[in-house]
């Protein structure tokens, strides 16, 4: 099985500051990552699709970026309206596993 | 507008059997895979099942392999997800989601399943 390994577990960071989540997979998935936004006592939200690629609706300062194995979700200009937490999941095999979790908030 | 409504949670016995539904609405459901993920409380997501459209492809978590049964009706767009010898770790609020590909791009609004004697 692929396992996701997510970094920070948890980040406090300033407003309009920029965020950075890892997470790192265990074998090549190529670019089948997503990562997902969860609202305090929401649903998750699709952020990001094929590791790079903006789902629809979502704000232009939430990006993806790929380096080998390692994956990267950016926050450009942190806004009150992101706190919650965010997972990566692997789309590329089965289990299609998630990371363990950010949890982002306010300092 | 994509709606996905989860039914059938509640509390539930060990070793008793419980079944999930989630009412699709706003798009094609027969042209769209489908997953289940759970939240455990105070918890991660875990990916539980994924069914493709025509139900030809069906792929299960270990963590429940041989106990849920994730199933289909087009003709009704619904989804189930069958639950048999429940356990406590299994305690989770669970999210039905359409699929594209093996990501969720929508999700419910997930149904809480409690198993305690």
């Known amino acids: 099985d692929i396992q996701m390994t997510q970094s920070p577990a948890s980040l406090s960071a300033s407003l309009e500051e920029i965020v950075t989540i890892t997470c790192q997979a265990s074998q090549d998935i190529g670019n089948w990552l997503a990562w997902y936004q969860q609202k305090p006592g929401k649903s998750p939200q699709l952020l990001i699709y094929d590791a790079t690629s903006l789902a629809d609706g979502v704000p232009s300062r939430f990006s993806g970026s790929r380096s080998g194995t390692q994956y990267s979700l950016k926050i450009s200009r942190l806004q009150v309206e992101d706190i919650g937490s965010y997972y990566c999941?692997?789309?590329?095999?089965?289990?299609?596993?998630f990371g363990s979790g950010t949890k982002l908030e306010i300092k | 507008e994509v709606q996905l409504v989860e039914s059938g949670g509640g509390l539930v016995q060990p070793g008793r059997s419980l079944k999930l539904s989630c009412l699709a609405s706003g798009f094609t459901f027969s042209n769209y895979g489908m997953n289940w993920i759970r939240q455990a409380p105070g918890k991660g997501l875990e990916w539980v099942a994924s069914?493709?459209?025509?139900?030809?492809?069906?792929y299960y978590a270990d963590t429940v392999k041989g106990r849920f049964t994730i199933s289909r009706d087009n003709a009704k767009n619904t989804l189930y997800l069958q639950m048999t010898s429940l356990r406590s770790e299994d305690t989770a609020l669970y999210y039905c989601a359409r699929a594209v590909y093996y990501y969720s791009d929508y999700w419910g609004q997930g149904v809480m399943v409690t198993v305690s004697s």
């Open positions: 069914i493709s459209s025509s139900s030809s492809y069906i």
């Open positions: 999941q692997q789309a590329h095999s089965n289990p299609f596993t």
